[in-house]
């Protein structure tokens, strides 16, 4: 009877082991779906030349190295969408 307790503490272990995994997985899933969603937003507002939804895009205490070599410091420098 212990080889079937010992069998049976083995199997719950494999399927917590398991259920972690896929629930690590889906929240990898998840931020990345996030992540895309948001560069989207952003090329989609910078094509559009829409300062307000770049804006809101960032943190009031964001930084950004544009294409030029310009480095902006916080939202309000961000608004520059040239």
């Known amino acids: 009877m212990k080889g079937w307790n010992r069998?049976?503490?083995i199997l719950i272990g494999v399927i917590?082991?398991?259920s972690s995994t896929s629930a690590r997985q889906q929240k990898k899933t998840d931020d990345e779906a996030a992540v895309?969603?948001?560069v989207k937003q952003?090329?989609?507002a910078r094509e559009r030349g829409d300062a307000a939804a770049l804006s809101g895009l960032f943190t009031?205490?964001?930084d950004q190295l544009v294409?030029?070599?310009e480095?902006?410091?916080g939202r309000d420098?961000?608004?520059?969408?040239s």
């Not at 420098?77 to 969408?81: M, P, Q, S």
């Open 36 to 38: 895309r969603d948001a």
């Open 42 to 44: 952003y090329v989609e």
């Open 67 to 69: 294409s030029s070599g």
């Open 60 to 62: 009031d205490d964001a």
């Open 16 to 18: 917590v082991g398991l």
């Open 7 to 9: 069998l049976g503490v």
């Open 77 to 81: 420098e961000l608004d520059d969408t």
């Open 71 to 73: 480095w902006r410091r």
